[in-house]
Nanobody, 123 residues
Framework: VQLQASGGGLVQAGGSVRLSCAAS????????MGWFRQAPGKEREFVAA????????NYADSVKGRFIISRDNAKNTGYLQVNSLKPEDTAVYYC?????????????????WGQGTEVTVSS
């Protein structure tokens, strides 16, 4: 499956943005989806994950209560609503897809990756 992330940009602290992840090539609903982010000089870190059917969601503690992951399998698209942005949320955000029961917090568990979309939060 091919993934394309979009929706990033320059946002003021406290603002919101919705990131999208458009899937093509294979049946999107066959895959769990995750969002990761990577800030300059740091390792890629887990942000949020959603099961293939949208029933189960999980979040990193740093974004819990501020970010919302969702998906619309009919549109082959996943989303990450990011609210109450902080300067430390500045990063390139990546969407990814996986199958199976591997640890959803680990980048190595994912089989497909999008190219990333950059979110910059100004203070």
């Amino acid at each position: 499956v091919q993934l394309q992330a979009s929706g990033g940009g320059l946002v003021q602290a406290g603002g919101s943005v919705r990131l999208s992840c458009a899937a093509s090539g294979r049946t999107f609903s066959n895959y769990d989806m995750g969002w990761f982010r990577q800030a300059p000089g740091k390792e890629r870190e887990f942000v949020a994950a959603i099961s293939w059917n949208g029933i189960t969601t999980n979040y990193a503690d740093s974004v819990k209560g501020r970010f919302i992951i969702s998906r619309d399998n009919a549109k082959n698209t996943g989303y990450l609503q990011v609210n109450s942005l902080k300067p430390e949320d500045t990063a390139v955000y990546y969407c990814a897809a996986k199958w199976g029961y591997s640890d959803y917090t680990r980048p190595e568990s994912y089989h497909y990756w999008g190219q990333g979309t950059e979110v910059t939060v100004s203070s």
